[in-house]
C-alpha cells in the first residue's frame, strides 16, 4: 500500500434495543459470515475498517454497544466524540422500533451527533411489523436518514456503509465541500469494493476478501468488562492489542 496515504479516524457508534442485529450489521460489514444464533454483546465490543479515499486512509472506529438496559450507564462515554451514530431496530419488532424516541433523546442528550435510523432484518418480510412507510415517515419528520437492511443476507449493507460513511465530517476537513455527496460515494465504492463481501452470508462456499494491506486494520475488539476501562478506551480511541485478541460471539 503506498505509504503517502495519510490516515484519518472517524468514531461510528451502533446502538438500540437487544436483538435487532446490531453486531450482524458490523460483521456483514466487517465481511464475516453470518451466525443464526443469536448470543447478546456484554457491555461494548471495538471493531476497526479502514476505508480508502484519494490518497487517505479513513480507519473507522466501530463501537457496538449492548441494547440491555443493564448496560446503559455505560453508553454515554462511547456516544460522545462520535462522527455517526446508527440507531438500529428491527422491522419485525414493533417494540424496537417504538423505543426509537426514547433512544433519540437519550442519544441527543449526550452528543449531536449524526443520527442514521436503521430498519434490519429485512429478510423477514413475513413477519414484517412495522412497514417502510411507517418507518420513513418517522424518520422524514425527525430529519433522519433512513435505510432498510438485512444483516443476513447482506441485502443493503454496501448502500448504508458508503452513503453514511460520505456525510463524516472528515470529508469538510478535506476541504472538498465542493465534491458532491454522490461523487464522495462513488468515489468510495471503486476504491473499496475490494475489502467487502456483501453477498449471503450464510452461504459457506462464499470467501470474504479483505483490501490488500488492510488486514491488521480490519480487527474486532472487546470491552466486554468495562470497569476501570473507559479511560483508556477514551484517551486512546483504540484499544490496546492485547484487548484487541479477545473475541466475543454477537448477532
Not at 162 to 191: C, G, H, M, R
Amino acid at each position: 500500500m503506498d505509504t503517502s496515504y495519510q490516515m484519518s479516524r472517524q468514531k461510528i457508534i451502533f446502538t438500540g434495543d437487544s436483538g435487532v442485529g446490531k453486531t450482524s450489521i458490523i460483521n456483514s460489514i466487517m465481511g464475516q459470515k453470518f451466525s443464526p444464533e443469536y448470543e447478546p454483546s456484554i457491555g461494548v465490543d471495538f471493531f476497526s475498517k479502514t476505508l480508502r479515499y484519494k490518497g487517505r486512509l479513513i480507519k473507522l472506529q466501530i463501537w457496538d454497544s449492548a441494547g440491555q438496559e443493564k448496560f446503559r450507564s455505560l453508553i454515554p462515554n462511547y456516544i460522545r466524540g462520535s462522527s455517526l451514530i446508527f440507531l438500529i431496530f428491527a422491522i419485525n419488532n414493533k417494540e424496537s422500533f417504538e423505543h426509537l424516541n426514547e433512544w433519540i433523546n437519550f442519544i441527543t442528550n449526550i452528543e449531536n451527533g449524526n443520527i442514521v435510523i436503521v430498519g434490519n432484518k429485512i429478510d423477514l418480510k413475513d413477519n414484517r411489523e412495522i412497514t417502510k412507510e411507517e418507518a420513513e415517515k418517522f424518520c422524514q419528520e425527525k430529519r433522519y436518514d433512513y435505510f432498510e437492511v438485512s444483516s443476513k443476507e447482506g441485502t443493503n449493507i454496501n448502500n448504508l456503509l458508503f452513503t453514511s460513511a460520505a456525510s463524516l465530517p472528515i470529508f469538510k476537513a478535506l476541504n472538498i465541500e465542493d465534491v458532491s455527496k454522490e461523487n464522495i460515494i462513488e468515489s468510495l465504492l471503486q476504491e473499496n469494493l475490494d475489502s467487502f463481501s456483501y453477498h449471503n452470508n450464510t452461504n459457506s462456499n462464499i470467501n470474504t476478501t479483505e483490501a490488500s494491506g488492510n488486514n491488521n486494520d480490519n480487527n474486532k475488539g472487546n470491552l466486554s468488562d468495562l470497569n476501570g476501562n473507559n479511560n483508556e478506551a477514551n484517551n486512546n480511541g483504540l484499544l490496546s492489542n492485547q484487548r484487541k485478541r479477545r473475541n466475543i460471539c454477537g448477532c
